[in-house]
């Protein structure tokens, strides 16, 4: 008899110690209490434009594409800021960098001679001649970026045009169909820069 309660204690005994091991983790974390502390931020691709609101329209023809030097990279992000400043939207600033990159390749152009259309200068080959404002203030990226929207602004219905034709009724370009090969690469500008 000694040796069957013995037996029978032992393996009380035993699943006790076996329930404890098991339990004892969790048991031991179910009355903690949580642990305050700051959120972590972590970076997902919800922070970029909704690519239908950059190219609602889709890309028109071929598509050109150019490697940017840090210069361009900086008069894009001040295009993009100089379009956040006008409260404009995501279009506005594909538009308007497809528009640069056509007429300046995002290089901000001084007079240059003998190769100059007319009086052209900036980012956007604006013309004090044509009353974009003077030297000095179109070769500004952020006047100039202004100036232009204000044109696009006057364009009824430029946010549902396609590109190329909203940029040309502000530029009066003779090349109207040559804004749409930047298209793909204005839009990935904007997503990559609009909330950096």
């Known amino acids: 008899m000694n040796t ?28 903690a209490r949580p642990v305050e502390g700051k959120p972590v931020a972590v970076a997902v691709q919800a922070d970029k434009p909704d690519t239908s ?6 890309v028109q023809g071929a598509q050109s594409r150019i490697d940017l030097n840090d210069e361009q990279v900086a ?3 001040a295009i993009i800021a100089a ?13 308007s960098i497809a528009t640069s990159l056509q007429e300046s390749k995002l290089e901000n152009l001084g007079h240059l001679g003998d190769k100059n259309d007319h009086d052209s200068l900036g980012l956007f080959q604006q013309r004090p001649s044509s009353g974009w404002g003077t030297p000095e203030q179109i070769t500004d990226p952020e006047y100039s970026t202004l100036a232009f929207e204000k044109g696009l602004k006057q364009v009824d219905g430029w946010q549902d045009m396609p590109l190329t034709e909203a940029a ?6 003779a090349y109207p ?13 904007v997503a990559q820069h609009w909330n950096s």
């Open 177 to 189: 169909d040559a804004y749409a090969q930047w298209e793909q690469q204005a839009a990935d500008i």
């Open 4 to 31: 069957i309660i013995r037996k029978s204690m032992l393996s009380v005994a035993g699943l006790a110690f076996a329930g404890g091991v098991f339990a004892g983790p969790i048991a031991a974390h179910a009355d």
């Open 168 to 173: 040309q009724t502000v530029q009066v370009s």
């Open 75 to 77: 008069n894009a992000k």
């Open 83 to 95: 379009t956040k400043k006008a409260g404009l939207p995501e279009r506005a600033a594909v538009i």
């Open 53 to 58: 609101k950059l190219i609602p329209h889709g």
